[in-house]
T-cell receptor, first 114, second 114 residues
Framework: AQSVTQLDSQVPVFEEAPVELRCNYS??????LFWYVQYPNQGLQLLLK??????LVKGINGFEAEFNKSQTSFHLRKPSVHISDTAEYFC????????????FGQGTRLTINP | DAGVTQSPTHLIKTRGQQVTLRCSPK?????VSWYQQALGQGPQFIFQ???????QRGNFPDRFSGHQFPNYSSELNVNALLLGDSALYLC?????????????FGSGTRLTVV
């Protein structure tokens, strides 16, 4: 079974500052990793995913994440945030075999202050 | 190209009633998964359908059932509604062969049980 821990429930940052949202996972098998964003009253939008290959993954809206197998982490980063990045961010993991279920973390609320 | 479509967007039901939620997957996808997202929580996997059969199931009671049709669309049925069933229900579509193209989520159905 897999589990995901998002280490911060809320992260407040100032506009144009860098941000890191932390995610650790636990699994006894090989996994795929994902970051999703959820804007108020909306569904989930995929930011980026790690399936294999380069451990540094670039996604939409200037976000990137680094897969660290030894530390079982998949932290999300952005060098300069905007007001429009205010949202809930979810880290998720699935087994790396076919269309396996996604296991989500509890989410991190990113608040951008002007 | 339409993404995942869910209906209705909002629903209010009384305890003990039954509800049916609907989902049309993204064009080209053959697998539909359902998730429950309680307020302030990450989505929890309910079940997954492929080739009109339930392939995986999360830790949800038998009151939660589903169906997939030949056109890949799906329904989620919940019987004997409880107050605790109030949540955002998300449908995600994907390819059974793997998440290379990701899991695409709909905007969800907000169910309120009173």
């Amino acid at each position: 079974a897999q589990s995901v821990t998002q280490l911060d429930s809320q992260v407040p940052v100032f506009e144009e500052a860098p941000v890191e949202l932390r995610c650790n996972y636990s699994s006894s098998v090989s996994v795929y990793l994902f970051w999703y964003v959820q804007y108020p009253n909306q569904g989930l939008q995929l930011l980026l995913k790690y399936l294999s290959g380069s451990t540094l993954v670039k996604g939409i809206n200037g976000f990137e994440a680094e897969f660290n197998k030894s530390q079982t982490s998949f932290h999300l980063r952005k060098p300069s945030v905007h007001i429009s990045d205010t949202a809930e961010y979810f880290c998720a993991v699935s087994e790396s075999q076919g269309a396996q279920k996604l296991v989500f973390g509890q989410g991190t609320r990113l608040t951008i202050n002007p | 190209d339409a993404g995942v479509t869910q209906s209705p967007t909002h629903l209010i039901k009384t305890r003990g009633q039954q509800v049916t939620l609907r989902c049309s997957p993204k064009s080209g996808h053959d697998t539909v998964s359902w998730y429950q997202q309680a307020l302030g929580q990450g989505p929890q996997f309910i079940f997954q359908y492929y080739e009109e059969e339930e392939r995986q199931r999360g830790n949800f009671p038998d009151r939660f059932s589903g169906h997939q049709f030949p056109n890949y669309s799906s329904e989620l049925n919940v019987n004997a509604l409880l107050l605790g069933d109030s949540a955002l229900y998300l449908c995600a579509s994907s390819l059974y062969t793997g998440p290379t193209y990701g899991y695409t989520f709909g905007s969800g159905t907000r169910l309120t049980v009173v």
